[in-house]
């Protein structure tokens, strides 16, 4: 029996707080907290089953968030707020001996440079604290992390080759939208690309690698070599990797679409003079693109996201690649929201699960696919997220 503050009222927020309320056995409190406290309210009716109370926050400030945590004495924060909040959060965990959970990696503001160093320079603090920090707990990072965690526990001895493989199949019937929040979106995927070969980062034009590649029960999609987070966590924690690369499916629309927004200087993170106040023009397009958390009406097809490893397993050559397939309209069924946000909320609170009752224990910051996969892997299908796999498939990459 524990209490949980979860920090964001987005589509992710919306999915945490709506599973937490369904597992009242661990989580027994729960305060929702945003910078828009309506967001919240709206969530807690639809999704609360009556045991969600709610907060204005603003956790840019750090001393308002130590406030809060002081009021409510929760056991763990989940932070699904903005990758800006990572280390005001952060400090205001450490401040109040606070754990912490959050599903993506800090990114300054004024930069879009995504890599673990802020958050790991953590670790010694928490470690005197006492407390701990998880990070990458969505999808991916999150499940692809435990994936690739369960696969070097269980069916190899080395693992060689590392494809983190993403297919959005779904159709939400608007021309242009992002599936998470699309400043965050856009930042990441117009970033030149990059993965892990022989020891070292290959640098890539954004959208300069692609293949066709096959998901179960979608079929051939255009996939994309981009930097994902997890990769910098997961080939230092697995140094055998030889390469690990990240996947994503884009259609053409989409990718012309971001072509005009780039040519016209849509997403540009510098400030820009309007009518005599700065705005950043990215933080202007989002307020104008449909919201991530109302796509899920009318939202067809599937998700597809798992892990193909090549390797070895007693001197032979094994693969094996492990998947789960997420239905929009379920999600949006179960939650109000699109498929997106169910597969970075339900492992959040699975993750939030794992910390509260013991399964995953540590004092410092880690990321995720340093604990045991297992009791992880055993609980994500009845959550909502099971998983499928082949051994000894052909790959394609
Ligand atoms: P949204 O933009 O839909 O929601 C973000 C929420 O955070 C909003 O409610 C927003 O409030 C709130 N917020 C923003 N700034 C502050 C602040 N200073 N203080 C308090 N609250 C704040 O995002 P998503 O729900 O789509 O994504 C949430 C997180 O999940 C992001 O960090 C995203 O990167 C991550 N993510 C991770 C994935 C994974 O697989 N690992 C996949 C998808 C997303 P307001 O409404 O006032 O703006």
Same mark, same amino acid.
């Given at each position: 029996?524990?209490?949980?503050?979860?920090?964001?009222?987005?589509?992710?927020?919306?999915?945490?707080?709506? /599973? %937490?309320?369904?597992?009242?056995?661990?989580?027994?409190?729960?305060? !929702?907290?945003?910078?828009?406290?309506? /967001?919240?309210?709206? $969530?807690?009716?639809? *999704?609360?089953?009556?045991?969600?109370?709610?907060?204005?926050?603003?956790?840019?400030?750090?001393?308002?968030?130590?406030?809060? $945590?002081?009021?409510?004495?929760?056991?763990?924060?989940?932070?699904?707020?903005?990758?800006?909040?990572?280390?005001? @959060?952060?400090?205001?965990? !450490?401040?109040?001996?606070?754990?912490?959970?959050?599903?993506?990696?800090?990114?300054? /503001?004024?930069?879009?440079? &995504?890599?673990?160093?802020?958050?790991?320079?953590?670790?010694?603090?928490?470690?005197?604290?006492?407390?701990?920090?998880?990070?990458?707990?969505?999808?991916?990072?999150?499940?692809?992390?435990?994936?690739?965690?369960?696969?070097?526990?269980?069916?190899?001895?080395?693992?060689?080759? !590392?494809?983190?493989?993403? %297919?959005?199949?779904?159709?939400?019937?608007?021309?242009?939208?992002?599936? &998470?929040?699309?400043?965050? =979106? $856009?930042?990441?995927?117009?970033?030149?690309?990059?993965?892990?070969?022989?020891?070292?980062? *290959?640098?890539?034009?954004?959208?300069?690698?692609?293949?066709?590649?096959?998901?179960? =029960?979608?079929?051939?999609?255009?996939?994309?070599? !981009?930097?994902?987070?997890?990769?910098?966590?997961?080939?230092?924690?697995?140094?055998?990797?030889?390469?690990?690369?990240?996947?994503?499916?884009?259609?053409?629309?989409?990718?012309?679409?971001?072509?005009?927004?780039?040519?016209?200087?849509?997403?540009?993170?510098?400030?820009?003079?309007?009518?005599?106040?700065?705005? @950043?023009?990215?933080?202007?397009?989002?307020?104008?693109?449909?919201?991530?958390?109302?796509?899920?009406?009318?939202?067809?097809?599937?998700?597809?996201?798992?892990?193909?490893?090549?390797?070895?397993?007693?001197?032979?050559?094994?693969?094996?690649?492990?998947?789960?397939?997420?239905?929009?309209? /379920?999600?949006?069924?179960?939650?109000?929201?699109?498929?997106?946000?169910?597969?970075?909320?339900?492992?959040?609170?699975?993750?939030?699960?794992?910390?509260?009752?013991?399964?995953?224990?540590?004092?410092?910051?880690? =990321?995720?696919?340093?604990?045991?996969?297992?009791?992880?892997?055993?609980?994500?299908?009845?959550?909502?997220?099971?998983?499928?796999?082949?051994?000894?498939?052909?790959?394609?990459?």
């Amino acid at each position: 029996m524990s209490k949980v503050l979860i920090i964001g009222a987005g589509g992710v927020g919306r999915v945490v707080a709506s /599973k %937490c309320a369904d597992n009242p056995e661990v989580f027994s409190e729960i305060l !929702l907290a945003s910078r828009t406290v309506s /967001k919240c309210d709206v $969530i807690a009716k639809e *999704v609360g089953k009556g045991r969600i109370k709610t907060a204005s926050l603003n956790a840019d400030n750090v001393a308002d968030t130590v406030a809060l $945590i002081n009021e409510f004495q929760p056991e763990l924060v989940i932070n699904v707020a903005l990758p800006y909040q990572d280390l005001p @959060i952060m400090d205001a965990c !450490l401040e109040t001996g606070v754990n912490y959970l959050d599903t993506a990696n800090y990114e300054p /503001k004024d930069e879009a440079k &995504f890599e673990y160093s802020w958050q790991w320079a953590y670790h010694d603090r928490f470690k005197e604290k006492g407390i701990m920090a998880v990070l990458g707990c969505g999808f991916d990072p999150g499940v692809t992390s435990i994936y690739t965690a369960y696969a070097a526990k269980h069916h190899f001895d080395e693992m060689h080759y !590392l494809d983190i493989v993403d %297919c959005n199949g779904g159709d939400h019937g608007k021309a242009f939208a992002t599936n &998470f929040n699309p400043e965050i =979106n $856009i930042r990441e995927i117009t970033q030149n690309g990059r993965y892990w070969e022989n020891g070292q980062w *290959v640098e890539t034009k954004p959208f300069e690698i692609k293949q066709a590649l096959n998901y179960p =029960n979608i079929g051939a999609r255009d996939s994309y070599v !981009l930097y994902h987070e997890e990769l910098e966590s997961l080939t230092k924690n697995f140094p055998s990797l030889k390469r690990a690369r990240f996947w994503m499916t884009f259609g053409q629309e989409y990718l012309t679409h971001l072509r005009v927004i780039q040519n016209i200087g849509m997403s540009r993170i510098d400030p820009v003079k309007y009518k005599g106040i700065d705005i @950043i023009p990215l933080e202007f397009l989002k307020e104008v693109l449909p919201n991530p958390g109302d796509l899920g009406d009318n939202y067809t097809g599937e998700t597809s996201i798992g892990c193909r490893i090549k390797g070895v397993k007693d001197g032979e050559e094994k693969t094996y690649y492990v998947w789960n397939n997420c239905s929009h309209q /379920k999600a949006f069924e179960e939650t109000g929201t699109q498929g997106v946000s169910y597969t970075t909320g339900v492992p959040a609170m699975l993750g939030a699960m794992m910390v509260l009752t013991g399964k995953w224990q540590g004092k410092g910051v880690f =990321n995720v696919e340093e604990f045991d996969p297992d009791p992880f892997m055993e609980k994500i299908g009845e959550h909502g997220l099971p998983w499928n796999e082949e051994i000894n498939g052909d790959l394609e990459v």
